[in-house]
């Protein structure tokens, strides 16, 4: 970072930017913060009634300038957001589908960089992957690292053409396993059970796998085969899942789909 105690301007403090916010106060690390949001929670406007951070103050060239703000509302933000933004400040986005040709547009600088995180963060249980240009300095590298600690781990950085398929993967993800919850309660259902037991079944089987996947060394498909005994109930319904037509290609499939679209977003916005 540029100094033992940045100043940084968070543009936007919705799930994603509270969280990080949240993130930084508690580290203790004395940080400068800045927060730019038209309609700030209570608990924002809360941290400036206490002197925690300072709320829409008047723009000045800060250290760090982290794009908080959704995509769609990038343009609007843009010119206002340049204000906090001189020709050294590390700029950090947090967008989705705004590429970094498209922020160097209306800013002095050309320290850039681009991550994309996903909505477990707001709980400090996300995954966030870092893209960075070409020769972009570690140090800034490292500094986006920190700063994105509070939403969990931190992978990267990746060039930003790989951004595609880190949305298709993470970015989206967690839906798909929102889903997955979802059927398995349907499924349930139309076997007979009562729904808010499927649903509480269903629930709890995915949380508590997940929890054993965080807590095991184990790769995922030896976790599987570990409960799959041969002929047996769940080698029936893995046989149905794992067909020619089944999860494998249907998540190849979707994960295509998720990066296309995020490739289309991208160039509507060039």
Known sequence: MASAAPTIALIGAGRMGAALARGWLASGKGAQIRIIDPSPSDEVAGWAAAGKVVLNPPPAPVDIAVLAVKPQ??????????????????????????????LAGPFESKRLLRAMPNTPGAIGRGITVIAAPPGADKADIAAATDLLAPLGDVEGPVDEKLISAVTGVSGSGPAYVFLLAEVMAMAGEAEGLPADLAARLARKTVEGAAALMAASDDSPDVLRKAVTSPGGTTQAALDILMDEGGMPVLMRKAIRAAAIRERDLSRQKD
């Open 73 to 102: 509302m990038f343009d609007a933000v843009a010119q206002g957001a340049a204000g906090y933004i001189g020709p050294d400040t590390l700029v950090l986005s947090i967008m989705a589908g705004v590429l970094l040709k498209q």
